[in-house]
């Protein structure tokens, strides 16, 4: 069964430090991994996308890793501010047969609250 | 004005009731969503569709309906409201002309109350 994980499922912060979010998905096969932010009460906004061949991406201070061969994810937040504070959501698509993108696999998210 | 826009973005309302929750989009997608997020679980599709010919049920499409009405409008139904339908609902739209690198496209949510 395609499954993505996440954790923690929460984490508590102080503002300027760093921090790493999890993903670990089945989901075969694979075509790409998405991170969402979700600000409370809003709609997710992509930060990220992670395809099979590539290991490292930054947008900013946020960096995600993607080791396929383990099926691991992380999402690393560096000198954390207020405005962090949000939800964090791995999104991992699987291939069709056809080569096209098949379904969006969500995971749970992780509740992140950066505090001053 | 945003891209993705939903309506309305509160509503209460009693047990066996209609609810329509409209989604229009400015960015000339052609896939349209709906999923519905509760405290825990994460987002969970209703139903998508592809183009205005082509619709799909989702994971937990009991108690919905949907109608494509143009390109750029996907509605969502609850015939009979029900209590545990109380969540937030999100509708999305991706562009397939990206190819394998589609990104989701979110409104700014309807939170829906079902007493």
């Known amino acids: 069964k395609n499954q993505v994980e996440q954790s923690p499922q929460s984490l508590i912060i102080l503002e300027g430090k760093n921090c790493t979010l999890q993903c670990n998905y089945t989901v075969s096969p694979f075509s790409n991994l998405r991170w969402y932010k979700q600000d409370t009460g809003r709609g997710p906004v992509s930060l990220t996308i992670m395809t099979f061949s590539e290991n490292t991406k930054s947008n900013g201070r946020y960096t995600a890793t993607l080791d396929a061969d383990t099926k691991q994810s992380s999402l690393h937040i560096t000198a954390s501010q207020l405005s962090d504070s949000a939800s964090y959501i791995c999104?991992?698509?699987?291939?069709?047969?056809?080569?096209?993108?098949?379904?969006?696999?969500f995971g749970k998210g992780t509740k992140l609250s950066v505090k001053p | 004005d945003a891209d993705v826009t939903q309506t309305p973005r509160n509503r209460i309302t009693k047990t066996g009731k209609r609810i329509m929750l409209e989604c229009s989009q400015t960015k000339g997608h052609d896939r349209m969503y709906w999923y519905r997020q509760d405290p825990g679980l994460g987002l969970q599709l209703i139903y998508y569709s592809f183009d205005v010919k082509d619709i799909n049920k989702g994971e937990i499409s009991d108690g919905y309906s949907v109608s494509r009405q143009a390109q750029a409008k996907f509605s969502l139904s609850l015939e009979s409201a029900i209590p545990n339908q109380t969540a937030l609902y999100f509708c999305?739209?991706?562009?397939?002309?990206?190819?394998?690198?589609?990104?989701?496209?979110f409104g700014e949510g309807s939170r829906l109350t079902v007493l």
């Open positions: 999104v991992v698509s699987g291939m069709n047969y056809g080569g096209s993108q098949g379904n969006l696999i």
């Open positions: 999305a739209t991706s562009d397939t002309r990206t190819g394998l690198v589609g990104e989701l496209f």
